[in-house]
C-alpha cells in the first residue's frame, strides 16, 4: 500500500475527534466556529494517538488496506449521524439546518487549520530566514486592520437604546463618556438629566447597569416599557468603552465603583421627595452588568439594599445571586458564560448537562465564543420576556 495513505490510529483519532467535536453539545454554532472546534479536537486526538502508538505499524499490506477501508465507513456513520443530530439542535432553537454550504465550510476551516499548522512547522525548521516574511505579514496586518474602530466596540446609535425615544412614551436617560469627565460627575448628569425628564414623576425607575462597552439589552428595555408603560423611567451610565471581557478582568473594580455611584445619586434625589410620591426603585444589570450591578449591595442587610424595591440579574456569570427579598435571576439552560466553569475539565457540573472530562471544557470555550450568534431565549442573549420577571412593590 502507498506510503501517502495515513496510518489506521490517526485516521481513526481523526474520525473521533470529529464525533467529540459534535457531541456533548450544548449550543450550536455556525460554520466557521463549528469548524475550529473540530479542527482543535481532531488535532489534539491525532497527536495524542501519534504519541501513544508503536514506531512500526504493526497492520501491512491488504490487513491495512481493509483497517482504513473500515475507518472510512466510521467516517462515513459520523457524518450521517452529525447531520441530523446537529440540524436538530440547530432547530430547536430557531437556526436553520445545517446543509452542504454548511458542510462545506466546515471542511475548508478543518482544511485551513491544517496548512497552518503545516506553514508552521515549515517556518519553524526554516527560522533562520523566515523572519522576513513573517514581518511583511505582520506589517499588512497592522495597516489593514489598524483602520478598525478605536476601541474595537461598535458604537452605532442603535446601540445606546436610552439614547432613542420610548414609543409609548417612557422616560429613558443616559450618559455617554465624556473626556475628562469622572464617574461622579457622569453619574450626577445621568440623574439629572432623569429628573428634568420627568423620571421621578413615574411608578417605577429601573437602573440599568450596562456591560463593558456601555451596551443595555434593547429587549429588556423594550419589555419594561411594553409591561409598565409609560409609568417607567430607565437610567444609565456608560462606565467604560472596551469589550465586556475586558471590563469583567481587568476594569471590575471601575465599573462597580461607576454603578454604586449612579445608585447612589438616584436614590439620593428620590430621598427628596415626599415619600408618598417616591417611584419604585429597581436594578437591572445583564452579563458584566450583572456582576458589577450585585456587588455595590454586598449582601441584603446593606444600606443600599434598603433602598431598593427589587433587582433583575440576567446572564449572570457564575450564576450568582446577592439574596435579597425580591431578587430575580434569568439565566438560559445554554448559556455558557452561567453554566460554565473551570470545574468542568475533570468535574462534571452536577446537572444534566453532557459531560465528558476536559471535552466539555473544550466545547465550553466554543460556547462563550459563539453564546451571541444565536436567538434570543438561547445562549448569551435574553430577549423582552426577561422583564416579566423584575418584582414590584406594594
Known sequence: MSDLAPRVSGASAAVAGFAVSIAPGHLPHGPVLQGGLTAVLVGASVLLV???????????????????????AMALATLGWAQPALSSRRL????????????????????AACL???????????????????AVIAIASTAVFSGGPVHGVATAPEDRVLLQSSPVGAVRAYAEMREGEVPGDRAERAADDLVQAGGLEREHVVIAVPTGSGWINPQVVAGLEERFGSQVATVGMQYDDAPSWVSYL??????????????DAVTERVRELPAAQRPQVHVHGESLGA???????????????GEVCSVLWTGTPGGHRVGLPREAAVAND???VVHAAPRDLLLPPGD??????????????????????????????????AADRLATCP
Open 50 to 72: 501519534r504519541a501513544l502508538r508503536p514506531g512500526t505499524a504493526r497492520l501491512v499490506a491488504r490487513g491495512r488496506s481493509w483497517a482504513l477501508v473500515g475507518v472510512l
Open 92 to 111: 430547536a432553537i430557531g437556526l436553520p439546518p445545517t446543509d452542504l454550504t454548511w458542510w462545506a465550510t466546515v471542511g475548508a476551516v478543518v482544511g
Open 116 to 134: 497552518a499548522v503545516r506553514s508552521l512547522r515549515w517556518g519553524w525548521s526554516r527560522r533562520g530566514t523566515a523572519w522576513r516574511p513573517a
Open 250 to 263: 481587568v476594569r471590575r473594580e471601575d465599573a462597580v465603583g461607576a454603578t454604586a455611584q449612579l445608585f
Open 291 to 305: 456582576t458589577a450591578g450585585q456587588a455595590i449591595f454586598g449582601g441584603p442587610g446593606t444600606r443600599r439594599a
Open 334 to 336: 445554554d448559556d455558557p
Open 352 to 385: 444534566d448537562r453532557p459531560w465528558v472530562p476536559v471535552v466539555s471544557a473544550i466545547h465550553d470555550a466554543a460556547d462563550l465564543l459563539g453564546s451571541l450568534d444565536v436567538p434570543d431565549g438561547s445562549g448569551h442573549r435574553y430577549g423582552s420576556g
